[in-house]
């Protein structure tokens, strides 16, 4: 049986579902995925994001969000302008992962974006995950623009490198 994979921009329907499997596989960090999730889904409702899904025989197995209001990204507000994506939320489900999937839907999310005429696409990293960084800088992501922190909802402080890709 031919697999079937399609990418689109997920509705609140699916967004539901993909977040409280989110919830479920972190209980270590529950009430962070419970804040994310009812972020997430006002974003895509307010027009703030749009969350892409990659979804194999009906099942969704990777996802990225573009966060495409400037003004909403305290931390980027420096780094970005309105032709400016930020991209994030990149997450592939253990079993599919290494297969393409996630590439697929990453290639059709950044021509989605160039349609909508977003030129410039910026992402943030750890700068201890040096495989992410590498994947990022295959992707044409090689132009560091800043260094700063993140702030988790339960308080957890991360660094974060931000890079660019024109």
Not at 58 to 67: D, L, S
Request: charged share 30%.
């Amino acid at each position: 049986m031919e697999e079937k994979f399609i990418c689109k921009i997920a509705s609140p329907e699916e967004m539901d579902r993909k977040w409280d499997y989110e919830i479920e596989s972190n209980p270590s960090d529950r009430d962070n995925w419970i804040t994310w999730k009812a972020e997430a889904i006002s974003g895509r409702l307010s027009g703030v994001s749009l969350p892409y899904y990659g979804i194999l025989d009906g099942n969704i197995i990777c996802e990225a969000t573009a966060f495409i209001r400037q003004d909403l990204l305290p931390d980027c507000r420096d780094v970005m302008d309105e032709h400016t994506a930020y991209l994030g939320a990149f997450r592939t489900v253990e079993a599919w992962r290494g297969r393409g999937y996630f590439s697929r839907l990453f290639s059709f999310m950044l021509e989605d974006l160039k349609q909508r005429g977003f030129t410039k696409f910026l992402l943030g990293v750890e700068p201890e995950e040096t495989v992410n960084q590498s994947i990022y800088a295959h992707w044409g992501f090689t132009e560091l623009v800043k260094s700063g922190t993140n702030t988790y909802p339960d308080g957890t402080v991360i660094r974060v490198d931000y890079y660019l890709k024109q």
